[in-house]
């Protein structure tokens, strides 16, 4: 059967999109896509798997989902939570010891770690403070904690480790329920919660009710497990500026809220599985995560492990919105109900500054790819 000659111009505009993406942006080592729509399905590459090999990035490889990752401890979650074995509006130290909670979240003198939820945790609306990016920031611009990664390359961090540093070292920004703050250290917090309440590492958690199920077979939790395959091992690297950070075992820090390496495919399989609630038994999880809420950021909004991207307030009349998540590295796993459109894929370099600038904090490879998909 031939093909349209419109998807073929389609699918050479997505490869040209990737090559400019490359070329243009000096910092970006590759990019990678893959989009799935009615009728048209594409997977693509350009550029480099890393910097010191030369290697050609292809559209198979592995990435780092980074903070995609909070939507899979999210989903997890919900699924134990339909399990009666979590109630997401519990406080956590009826799941935690004193001892990762005290004097974690105070706020004018009284300490609530204790009585955050899971549902807080979830949707960035606990208080506490993000190890990664908060804190005053270095004369390099580096936060401290980047400094710390950086610093010890070769530490390979525990999640209590992570509580441990951010009590030492950083404050609570207000009490439970009253704002809206993104916090990697949450997502640690619910991983631990997972962990106890399960008594099984949250990467045999991940497989068992996730990547198993839904065939996922690329996915795996970075240091904590053996690549599941050969194609798994094959790892695009992540730049920070010219920081080789694929390289650092101190990124073992990201875990819950980051620490899984995937596939474009994979994410892919995982996202339409959601959309079309295959995830859950109860189609009401689904719709609680999916509960969204002002970020004070314009645009952008927040649910349980995901994001939402009103692209009417972003500058884009007429498309609509955009729900997934997207990474620190550029990663991206997003989906379009104006095409039925799921686009997955990574520029893996977190300070690219891209020609496109609609939405940020997604790639600028974005609303290049939905002007291409745009019915008519």
Same mark, same amino acid.
């Given at each position: 059967?031939?093909?349209?000659?419109?998807?073929? +111009?389609?699918? +050479?505009?997505?490869?040209? #999109?990737?090559?400019?993406?490359?070329?243009?942006?000096?910092?970006?080592?590759? $990019?990678?896509?893959?989009?799935?729509?009615?009728?048209?399905?594409?997977?693509?590459?350009?550029?480099?798997?890393?910097?010191?090999?030369? $290697?050609?990035?292809?559209?198979?490889?592995?990435?780092?989902?980074?903070?995609?990752?909070?939507?899979?401890?999210?989903?997890?979650?919900?699924?134990?939570?339909? /399990?009666? +074995?979590?109630?997401?509006?519990?406080?956590?130290?009826?799941?935690?010891?004193?001892?990762?909670?005290?004097?974690?979240?105070?706020?004018?003198?009284? /300490?609530?770690?204790?009585?955050?939820?899971?549902? !807080?945790?979830?949707?960035?609306?606990?208080?506490?403070?993000?190890?990664?990016?908060?804190?005053?920031?270095?004369?390099?611009?580096?936060?401290?904690?980047?400094?710390?990664?950086?610093?010890?390359?070769?530490? #390979?961090?525990?999640?209590? $480790?992570?509580?441990?540093?951010?009590?030492?070292?950083?404050?609570?920004?207000?009490?439970?329920?009253?704002?809206?703050?993104?916090?990697?250290?949450?997502?640690?917090?619910a991983g631990l919660v997972i962990e106890a309440v399960t008594t099984m590492p949250l990467h045999q958690l991940y497989?068992?009710?996730?990547?198993?199920?839904?065939?996922?077979? +690329?996915?795996?939790?970075?240091?904590?497990?053996?690549?599941?395959?050969?194609?798994?091992?094959?790892?695009? !690297?992540?730049?920070?500026?010219?920081?080789?950070?694929?390289?650092?075992?101190?990124?073992?820090?990201?875990?819950?809220?980051?620490?899984?390496?995937?596939?474009?495919?994979?994410?892919?399989?995982?996202?339409?599985?959601?959309?079309? /609630?295959?995830?859950?038994?109860?189609?009401?999880?689904?719709?609680?995560?999916?509960?969204?809420?002002?970020?004070?950021?314009?645009?952008?909004?927040?649910?349980?492990?995901?994001?939402?991207?009103?692209?009417?307030?972003?500058?884009?009349?007429?498309?609509?919105?955009?729900?997934?998540?997207?990474?620190?590295?550029?990663?991206?796993?997003?989906?379009?109900?104006?095409? /039925?459109?799921?686009?997955?894929?990574?520029?893996?370099?977190?300070?690219?500054?891209?020609?496109?600038?609609?939405?940020?904090?997604?790639?600028?490879?974005?609303?290049?790819?939905?002007?291409?998909?745009?019915?008519?």
């Amino acid at each position: 059967m031939a093909i349209p000659l419109q998807a073929i +111009e389609r699918e +050479e505009a997505f490869q040209r #999109l990737l090559y400019r993406s490359v070329t243009l942006q000096k910092t970006v080592p590759g $990019a990678m896509l893959r989009v799935e729509a009615p009728g048209f399905n594409w997977a693509g590459a350009a550029g480099l798997r890393d910097r010191v090999s030369g $290697a050609p990035l292809r559209p198979g490889d592995g990435f780092h989902a980074a903070s995609i990752t909070k939507m899979f401890t999210a989903t997890l979650c919900l699924q134990l939570a339909e /399990d009666g +074995e979590l109630d997401l509006d519990r406080g956590i130290g009826a799941y935690l010891p004193n001892s990762v909670l005290d004097d974690l979240h105070v706020v004018r003198g009284l /300490d609530r770690g204790r009585f955050i939820t899971l549902r !807080q945790l979830l949707g960035h609306t606990s208080g506490l403070a993000d190890h990664f990016s908060d804190g005053r920031p270095l004369d390099d611009g580096r936060s401290a904690f980047m400094a710390e990664l950086t610093n010890d390359p070769e530490r #390979l961090w525990q999640p209590e $480790a992570m509580i441990d540093w951010t009590r030492d070292h950083l404050t609570a920004h207000f009490a439970p329920a009253a704002g809206w703050h993104y916090s990697d250290t949450g997502f640690v917090l619910a991983g631990l919660v997972i962990e106890a309440v399960t008594t099984m590492p949250l990467h045999q958690l991940y497989r068992a009710k996730i990547f198993r199920p839904l065939g996922m077979h +690329e996915t795996y939790m970075l240091f904590r497990e053996a690549p599941t395959s050969f194609a798994a091992a094959v790892v695009s !690297q992540p730049y920070v500026g010219d920081l080789h950070y694929g390289g650092l075992r101190s990124i073992s820090a990201d875990w819950a809220s980051g620490g899984l390496v995937t596939t474009a495919a994979d994410l892919a399989r995982f996202l339409q599985a959601f959309v079309e /609630d295959r995830v859950f038994r109860d189609h009401r999880s689904r719709q609680s995560m999916m509960a969204w809420r002002p970020t004070g950021e314009r645009g952008v909004s927040y649910g349980l492990g995901m994001r939402h991207f009103n692209l009417e307030e972003l500058g884009a009349p007429g498309f609509g919105e955009l729900w997934g998540h997207t990474s620190f590295l550029k990663g991206f796993m997003l989906y379009w109900p104006s095409a /039925d459109a799921v686009i997955c894929g990574t520029e893996n370099q977190s300070e690219a500054a891209g020609v496109f600038s609609l939405l940020r904090p997604v790639s600028s490879l974005v609303p290049a790819i939905l002007r291409l998909l745009a019915p008519g």
